[in-house]
């Protein structure tokens, strides 16, 4: 799966809007990739964890606790490319998704469960970005 893809597939299973946690939105994600098959799931696993990732730099988390961040990142992806790359370029827009605790925890978890419903098996296998809190060292440079 592809960049573009990836944005296609969070705008067509809809935005989160009323949906405070994600989960409509996760639920819509992991029903459309275990209809498909595993490497769909792979890739929105590696193409998620490289969006998060990016999100992952001192001027958006600057004072959060690590969970905290790492959930208020997920729900800048979920909110759309949009929205993700006007953060990307601008990081002030992050600000509201922080103060107002705007989470998408729900979204991390889509991966392991399309995997599950799949397969039967567990996920058990890392991606090539590590998405937890504070490992984006460049993000996090003194500079």
């Known amino acids: 799966m ?3 893809s990836f944005w296609q597939l969070i705008e067509e299973c809809g935005a ?3 949906d405070p946690e994600g989960d409509l939105l996760a639920a819509a994600l992991t029903d459309r990739l ?3 098959p595993v490497a769909d799931v792979v890739g929105f696993a590696e193409q998620l964890s490289r969006l998060l990732f990016g999100l992952d730099r001192r001027e958006c988390g600057d004072g959060l606790s690590g969970d905290a961040f790492l959930y208020t990142r997920a729900a800048v992806v979920a909110a759309g490319r949009e929205v993700y790359e006007g ?4 990081p002030e827009l992050f600000v509201p998704f922080a103060e107002d605790l705007v989470w998408a925890e729900a979204l991390l978890y889509v ?3 399309a ?3 799949i397969t039967g098996d567990a996920w058990d296998r890392g991606t090539a970005y590590d998405y937890e809190s504070y490992s984006n060292r460049a993000g996090w ?3």
């Not at 953060?87 to 601008?90: A, G, I, K």
């Open 2 to 4: 592809n960049e573009d």
């Open 115 to 117: 995997y599950r419903r």
């Open 87 to 90: 953060v990307l370029r601008n």
């Open 111 to 113: 991966p392991d469960d």
């Open 16 to 18: 989160p809007t009323g």
């Open 141 to 143: 440079a003194d500079g």
């Open 34 to 36: 275990a209809n498909g």
